[in-house]
């Protein structure tokens, strides 16, 4: 029997094809897209971390609500940036981050596993929201230090969770506001955040005790740039030393004729002195190292990035498969 004139159609099978394509793209996870030179078969998760600058939506001691654009570019950032979890800094509260996830959701951004962890601070959170279920979470709320004689408490806690991007990858996250650079009446300020991150490695030690190859990522506003005492204190050193991802502006990392070091890397603007540096961060142990990917790993740029904070958004890409 001949076969029908129409299903004999070349034409017709690439009209099809073309618009089964199509449909599965528009229904693929952001992180299951390959970009230039990455394979559509390895599956990825996407790992961002983004201090949210006074995410209220109720006034709190000395803090106002956030404009509600504000709170739409936020989201809008998040919502291009696609990450399947995000760790926050200076969120106000439950609601302030039910807020937020309201407005991604709005953006097509579906996060609705939340964790929330308040210190000693009890205005501004630190907060992970997740596509993934948790598998384990273990706030750190408590955290105290001694500093010349006097038991000082962390200014933030510590979020510790963990997931499963895909099955049998399991992936443990720390994320941490550590202490600004305002001076206050305690001690310097600088010491205070030495001792905070000495306490966030504590953390790490123990995770990468109980398992050395631990797929672990310690990210936030640590306040302080790569040389300062509180980072390499954090970072650590041989073997169990964290691997600092670097994000950059897209673009010129991907130039091999300009040197690394002079990519773009400031994540915080400092208004008063009209300043620009490095003090946000992720941080991955040896054992998730060897599924990061650099060329996915960026700071998220866009026009009009100001109205949603002081602090840019970095994003680092991983494979979802232990290497």
């Known amino acids: 029997m001949a076969a029908h004139p129409i299903l004999a159609s070349k034409s017709f099978h690439a009209t099809i094809l073309a618009f089964l394509l199509g449909f599965v793209a528009l229904r693929t996870p952001a992180s299951s897209i390959a970009v230039s030179g990455t394979s559509t078969s390895q599956p990825s998760f996407r790992i961002a971390t983004f201090n949210v600058e006074n995410y209220l939506v109720r006034p709190a001691p000395g803090r106002k609500p956030k404009p509600e654009a504000s709170r739409d570019q936020v989201a809008r950032l998040l919502s291009e940036a696609r990450p ?115 306490l966030l490695r504590e953390k790490a030690d123990a995770i990468l005790a109980a398992e050395r190859d631990a797929n672990l990522v310690v990210c936030g506003d640590f306040n302080d740039t790569p040389d300062s005492r509180a980072l390499r204190a954090l970072v650590g050193r041989g073997n169990m030393a964290l691997i600092d991802t670097r994000p950059a502006e897209p673009g010129l990392t991907r130039d091999a004729s300009l040197p690394a070091k002079r990519t773009i890397t400031w994540t915080h603007h400092f208004a008063r002195e009209d300043a620009y540096a490095r003090i946000d961060y992720i941080l991955v142990s040896r054992g998730l190292a060897r599924e990061w990917r650099r060329e996915e790993t960026h700071i998220h740029t866009t026009p009009n990035w100001g109205l949603a904070s002081d602090h840019r958004l970095l994003v680092a890409t991983f494979d979802a498969t232990d290497r």
Do not use: W, Y
Request: proline residues 5%.
């Open 84 to 198: 399947d979890v995000v760790a926050l800094q200076e969120i106000g509260d439950p609601e302030a981050l039910a807020d937020l996830q309201r407005r991604l959701a709005i953006q097509g951004l579906n996060l609705p596993h939340a964790e929330i962890v308040r210190g000693h601070d009890t205005n501004i959170c630190v907060a992970v929201l997740s596509r993934f279920p948790f598998l384990h979470r273990r706030p750190h709320t408590n955290e105290s230090f001694l500093l010349d004689e006097r038991r000082i408490k962390a200014s933030r806690g510590f979020a510790e969770v963990s997931f499963s991007p895909a099955p049998g990858h399991r992936v443990v996250l720390v994320a941490a506001h550590l202490k600004s650079k305002r001076a206050v009446g305690l001690a310097a300020e600088a010491e205070m955040r030495e001792q905070e991150a000495i």
